[in-house]
């Protein structure tokens, strides 16, 4: 679990890659770098008020991936206090 100042979504990965998607830590934030159709998912996602999973990795890699979850919560003074 990584906690940061903010997240940066960049739908320009290219799926030619061979990445799924991916992630990086950038100064205090999170920079996620998404093929543009997982960005369309995200952005209906977000419009639907749904959770969403971003899985990233190796197309290729049988290995554990890191996954991105974007979740909707109940009350957000109680998870966001600091």
Do not use: P, Y
């Not at 799924?20 to 159709?37: F, H, P, R, Y």
């Not at 008020?49 to 909707?72: L, N, P, S």
Request: proline content about 0%; some cysteine; hydrophobic content about 40%.
């Amino acid at each position: 679990v990584t906690g940061a100042s903010f997240v940066v979504f960049n739908g320009a990965l290219k799926a030619s890659s061979g990445f799924l998607a991916k992630s990086s830590i950038v100064e205090d934030g999170l920079m996620v770098q998404i093929t543009g159709e997982t960005m369309e998912g995200l952005r209906q996602a977000l419009r639907d008020k749904q959770d969403f999973r971003i899985t990233c990795g190796e197309v290729e890699a049988g290995h554990v991936r890191e996954h991105v979850d974007i979740c909707w919560v109940e009350n957000e003074e109680e998870t966001n206090k600091g």
